[in-house]
């Protein structure tokens, strides 16, 4: 017979009871705790509890290298295009007190009743060589001259200090008629992020 099974067996019914009763309050006061834990970590993503500093910079983009066109035929003016440009910051957007350099536009758009919604990642090399790619949801007037351009931003990864990166933002800007694009970026990050990213290694 088992320890237990024989306690179980030797005690009375009342403190049987009482002892289910003290594990059960034991387990509640766990669970209350944990979800305080998870209130207050909710509360200071939301509040103060996360530093976020704040990143702008204006960025040029020249003409594309390559661009790529396909026609879907399912009606006039429907096509899948692909993007690829050099960029130079203009004004860089400093992060960990290092500032970007240039960067590697490549764009994936939907050209649709006269507008482009354009899917992109922009990989920037920074002052010390590290590197830091942001992902771009956006929307372009294709059927304007200049042609204005805006949409979100989000950083998706980064080397060496910039590992773990987090944040994003906002962008609008314009391509003029020989294909220059010149955009206005603003956003956060969070250097906590990074912190822990270090933390992992």
Not at 34 to 49: H, I, L, P
Not at 91 to 109: A, H, Q, V, Y
Not at 110 to 120: C, W, Y
Request: glycine share 10%; proline share 3%; charged share 30%.
């Amino acid at each position: 017979m088992s320890l237990a099974k024989a306690l179980c067996s030797r005690a009375p019914l009342h403190l049987l009871l009482l002892l289910f009763v003290a594990f059960s309050i034991s387990l509640t006061a766990q669970e209350s705790e944990k979800e305080k834990e998870r209130e207050k970590e909710k509360a200071g993503k939301k509040g103060t509890g996360v530093e976020l500093v704040k990143a702008k910079g204006s960025l040029r983009c020249e003409k594309p290298e390559k661009d790529y066109s396909i026609d879907v035929p399912d009606r006039a003016g429907h096509s899948l295009v692909i993007t690829h440009r050099k960029c130079t910051w203009t004004e860089p957007m400093e992060i960990l007190g290092t500032k970007t350099r240039n960067g590697e536009w490549d764009e994936f758009s939907e050209r649709m009743e006269g507008s482009l919604h354009p899917h992109t990642y922009e990989v920037d090399t920074m002052e010390d060589g590290e590197k830091i790619t942001f992902q771009t949801m956006g929307h372009i007037e294709s059927d304007k001259n200049p042609t204005t351009t805006k949409g979100r931003f989000s950083y998706t990864r980064g080397t060496g200090k910039f590992k773990g990166i987090k944040g994003g933002g906002t962008y609008e800007g314009s391509i003029d008629a020989d294909g220059v694009m010149t955009l206005e970026l603003e956003g956060e990050y969070e250097p906590s992020a990074f912190e822990a990213a270090g933390k992992k290694k």
